[in-house]
């Protein structure tokens, strides 16, 4: 009996090493994958601020009367248009209207056609007034960092390895 406990627990600690942990998760809805709301130049002149979704889904989806909005201050909201569609693992790019948000202490909200809430960012921070932005540090997933904004672009993806790690015990 207690070599089989002893055995079970070697099997769960063996499985709990050799097993991957991430600590952050990719999302199953579409998301705020980018913001940018200081990039360069006066934001009061040029319409420049911009927010990026990522669809990691497995379909397209229709964001025709979506939101993202300005939570602080400003509470500056652009509705998509009808007809948006953003095609599964695509990116769109939004900008709305000169000083459509707050440089410190801005939350982004996304909310869907019936007014609920599918994603928000972090509480952000520019100050800088350069081309780094606020992004998830892979697309889709839940963690953030300040870079090099990539507009359109991929953040980068996390490659999982989905080879077995089946343990064998003797």
């Known amino acids: 009996m207690k070599y089989t406990l002893l055995l079970l627990l070697s099997l769960v600690l063996i499985v709990g090493i050799s097993t991957p942990a991430y600590a952050q998760t990719i999302t199953d809805h579409i998301v705020i994958n980018e913001v940018d709301t200081n990039p360069p130049g006066d934001d009061s002149k040029f319409i420049s601020e ?43 790019t939004f900008v709305n209207q000169k000083v459509w948000f707050t440089d410190t202490a801005e939350l982004i909200e996304l ?11 972090r509480e952000v921070f520019d100050l800088e007034n350069d081309f780094k932005s606020w992004q998830r540090t892979y697309d889709g997933f839940s963690s953030w960092k300040f870079t090099s904004a990539t507009a359109g672009s991929s953040n980068g993806k996390l490659i999982e390895d989905k080879t077995s790690s089946d343990v064998v015990v003797l």
């Open 111 to 121: 909310r869907n056609s019936d007014g609920l809430l599918v994603d928000k960012t």
């Open 50 to 92: 911009w927010v990026e979704l990522y669809n990691p889904t497995d379909g397209d989806v229709d964001l025709s009367g979506w939101s993202i909005a300005s939570t602080t201050v400003l509470k500056k909201t652009l509705t998509l248009p009808e007809g948006t569609i953003i095609s599964s693992g695509d990116l769109l």
